[in-house]
């Protein structure tokens, strides 16, 4: 006896990844921690984490709005103005290190600057600039609707069973003289970009991990009860400002982030793993769930996404079509030891 004589077939590459047909590939989530139909669930990252939470929502799961929509709101505007889209209003959340910012924000471990940004006599949130496309009358309001935030991420989490947080970039600008966060560089979606102070910066795996792991102390320690799955983006970088090729400036962006989230999951049994990341740009999914930007998660990959999830939450994993075996033949198998583990292949 060895080891891989008692794997399953979704352990084996051959029958877990070749010989199915895309849709038909499953099994790729073993959730660590249950996730009930009236569990309390928040959601909050880059925008791939949007449909997440509409996707509990569509199920009927408590899947849980702690800024709702003032009444008198067409859904255009709720909309335009992050109603509805994630857990609280706090716009993308795209770095670990932003959670951070706003979950110490939100449990006073810091404060949060005082500059507000004026564009055509309105007033706008340097921090989540597009939440509130047309700003605020007064910079008191732009306080004030941070403050309503910051009190509806404690009241949030305080109550929540589990945070589903979408890992998106490591790439971000800072400002240089207090260290914050900002989602957007300045000077795109609002503000203006000063060369002398604002500092791009690209979190490297050990920063990732330092801000995430501190991001979800701060949230278990106001919620001891408090689960936390971890997903990274399949979304590509728009551009990157390493000055390098897009291509090889995401491959880095999401290789940290994913192992920054498979080692947290690997240190806690709080903490899981979901691997929305795989089941879009995989390789063996020919990036047939993107949309001919190929850039853009087409409808039916967030579908199938969805599915994958909610199949493994309730344990009952879509089984395969039969799939033809065909016998070994030579290329690169050839040369690899560890192609002979396939012998042992239960299927």
């Not at 900002?182 to 330092?210: I, Q, S, W």
């Not at 491959?251 to 690997?266: E, H, I």
């Not at 967030?302 to 033949?329: G, I, N, S």
Request: net charge negative; with cysteine; glycine share 6%.
């Amino acid at each position: 006896m060895n080891p891989y004589q008692s794997l399953p077939p979704r352990s084996f590459w051959r029958s877990a990844v070749a010989e199915p047909e895309i849709p038909d590939i499953g099994e790729l989530w073993t959730p660590k921690f249950a996730i009930g139909q009236d569990d309390p669930v928040l959601t909050a990252g880059s925008c791939f984490a949007r449909h997440i939470g509409r996707a509990l929502r569509d199920r009927g799961m408590n899947w849980r709005d702690a800024e709702p929509a003032p009444p008198g709101l067409t859904a255009a505007e709720r909309r335009d103005r992050h109603y509805g889209v994630f857990s609280f209003r706090t716009g993308n959340i795209y770095t670990a290190a932003m959670l951070r910012q706003w979950l110490a924000w939100a449990y006073g471990h810091a404060t949060p600057p005082d500059e507000v940004w004026h564009e055509d006599g309105r007033h706008f949130d340097p921090f989540r600039p597009a939440v509130e496309p047309a700003g605020h009358a007064t910079a008191e309001a732009v306080a004030a609707a941070r403050r309503a935030t910051l009190a509806a991420i404690r009241t949030a989490v305080a109550e929540a069973s589990c945070l589903v947080f979408t890992l998106g970039l490591t790439e971000a600008w800072l400002d240089g003289g207090d260290g914050t966060v900002h989602p957007v560089c300045p000077g795109t979606v609002r503000g203006t970009f000063d060369a002398e102070r604002h500092v791009f910066h690209n979190f490297t795996f050990d920063e990732v991990h330092r801000d995430l792991s501190a991001a979800l102390a701060l949230a278990r320690a106001a919620n001891p009860r408090l689960h936390v799955l971890l997903t990274v983006s399949p979304v590509p970088l728009t551009a990157t400002a390493t000055g390098g090729h897009a291509l090889t400036a995401t491959t880095y962006s999401k290789s940290v982030l994913r192992a920054v989230a498979g080692q947290l999951a690997q240190e806690h049994d709080h903490v899981d793993y979901f691997p929305a990341y795989e089941m879009i740009t995989g390789f063996p999914f020919k990036a047939v769930f993107f949309e001919p930007n190929l850039r853009t998660v087409s409808p039916e990959g967030v579908a199938f996404v969805m599915r994958q999830f909610f199949d493994a939450l309730d344990r009952r994993p879509a089984e395969p079509r039969p799939a033809h075996r065909t016998p070994p033949a030579g290329g690169e198998d050839f040369w690899c030891d560890d192609a002979v583990l396939d012998y042992y292949n239960p299927r």
